[in-house]
């Protein structure tokens, strides 16, 4: 039987089943399958079968089919006796084709991270690790997400991040591009940080590894960051030279680490623009620098096609030629599987074991346009005329910002205006370059429930 297949410890061939709920699908009925993972977005499947495999060809169309839309769908891949793979998504479509009385229904769906995109969302955070941020976002989800934040290549706390107007899964993504940290599915558990698989998966090619190419390039490696600091008023630089990277291991890109040396000789000076409102300053910059080293550093990739259903994104890989010479180890960051009821087989992208993904792009941040807030403190520890404000979307939740900085028409030490307003009162605040994270005072404003009590017909009071 079928059954008896699923068990055989020395069939080295794939088989593939299906079940909702606990129980069988499509048992009995024929159907291909391809499941999409890729780093940074979300996972989906595709499913194709004959209509009838669900619905009666005589009855009304979808009758039986329907019910199956949210369902929750585990994918189970099997080789020599065992469950090698298991992928659980949520079906999101279903696509029925009927043409001469026959028809082909097509089951697409996505993993549990599309429940993240349940609509717009603007709320802020301070005082809190990446992990801690996760965390609090995933608190408002069923546990089936699965979170798990491990091995962050960003400990530090981060003073203030906003998310503005954008869904739960947009500001996940935004933070692991802006932070440089891994997030995937991994086929049970959404994945934020350098977490990789329990084991290396080997992959011999004359075996299961069918083909593979590989390529490496040039990019420059150094550069300067200069940056500001806000609470000393002094400017701060570092160099990528002094940035503390893990050790490469892999001979090929070390090869072409070298050879960009070799090609690439100017050290450019980029302007860092930092959050600018806590005394971290020199440690964000340190720590911005050391990411686009390692982000500069990526420079090879291997893709590759294989037939060992155990693959999937954020394992490791090892391939051996086929004299069994190493070819290296790789981390898989993107991988499409492919079964058609009687052959499985798989394509995938993969990087060497690297902290900071491909993807890296310290200047991705939350934008934010003018907007009025109210004032909740003004009595600066420092003595910077600063001031915390609350905009209305903080209201629900108390959160407020840190202190920002005022516009004055004149200051310095000890001296120019000292004008600084009421709790209470509202404001207009700015956002330099758009970034919610960087708000700043423009000046105060009148309302309708807070006027000045000095208006004339004729404008002919000054006060």
């Given amino acids: 039987t079928f059954k008896d297949y699923l068990t055989d410890k020395s069939d080295f061939l794939v088989y593939c089943t299906l079940s909702i709920e606990g129980k069988d699908f499509l048992e009995k009925s024929h159907f291909n399958l391809a499941f999409h993972q890729k780093t940074n977005d979300h996972d989906s499947f595709t499913l194709d079968t004959r209509a009838d495999s669900l619905d009666n060809e005589e009855a009304y169309i979808m009758e039986n089919s329907k019910s199956y839309l949210g369902k929750t769908l585990q994918i189970h891949l099997h080789r020599f006796g065992e469950i090698k793979q298991t992928f659980t998504g949520i079906i999101t479509h279903l696509n029925l084709l009927k043409k001469d009385g026959y028809g082909r229904l097509y089951i697409t769906g996505h993993a549990p991270t599309i429940m993240l995109e349940q609509g717009l969302e603007s709320q802020s955070f301070e005082n809190k690790t990446l992990g801690e941020i996760a965390q609090q976002i995933a608190t408002d989800y069923p546990k089936t997400l699965n979170l798990i934040t491990q091995n962050n290549n960003t400990q530090h706390v981060l003073p203030y991040t906003v998310q503005y107007n954008q869904t739960d899964y947009q500001f996940l993504k935004q933070l692991a591009i802006r932070y440089g940290e891994y997030l995937y599915y991994n086929g049970q558990s959404l994945v934020l940080g350098n977490k ?268």
Avoid at 226 to 255: C, H, I, M, W
Avoid at 279 to 296: C, G, I, P, S, Y
Avoid at 367 to 393: H, I, K, L, S, Y
């Fill in 196 to 463: 990789v698989g329990p084991k290396i998966i080997q992959l011999e090619e004359g075996a299961d590894l069918v083909h593979a190419s590989f390529e490496i390039s040039v990019k420059p490696q150094q550069f300067t960051y200069t940056s500001y600091d806000v609470e000393s008023g002094s400017t701060l630089q570092r160099d990528s030279a002094s940035a503390q990277l893990q050790n490469k291991f892999n001979p090929y890109q070390v090869t072409a680490i070298n050879a960009s040396k070799d090609v690439f000789h100017k050290k450019p000076n980029k302007h860092y623009n930092p959050t600018g409102i806590n005394n971290k300053t020199d440690r964000e910059l340190q720590e911005a620098v050391r990411k686009q080293k390692e982000h500069r550093e990526n420079l090879m990739i291997v893709k590759g096609k294989s037939k060992d259903p155990e693959l999937k994104q954020g394992v490791l890989t090892k391939l051996i030629d086929i004299n069994d010479r190493p070819m290296e180890t790789y981390r898989i960051i993107e991988i499409n599987h492919f079964h058609n009821g009687k052959d499985y087989y798989n394509e995938f992208v993969g990087i060497p074991d690297m902290w900071t993904p491909p993807y890296f792009d310290d200047n991705i941040h939350s934008n934010c346009e003018e907007q009025t807030a109210r004032v909740v403190d003004n009595n600066d520890p420092m003595g910077m005329g600063r001031v915390r404000v609350q905009f209305p979307w903080q209201e629900k939740k108390n959160q407020k910002t840190p202190w920002i900085r005022l516009i004055q028409p004149h200051s310095g030490a000890g001296k120019g205006f000292h004008f600084i307003p009421e709790i209470g009162e509202e404001v207009l605040v700015g956002f330099e370059n758009g970034n919610a994270e960087k708000p700043f005072v423009l000046g105060t404003h009148y309302n309708g429930s807070e006027t000045s009590g000095y208006h004339t017909p004729g404008n002919d009071l000054k006060v």
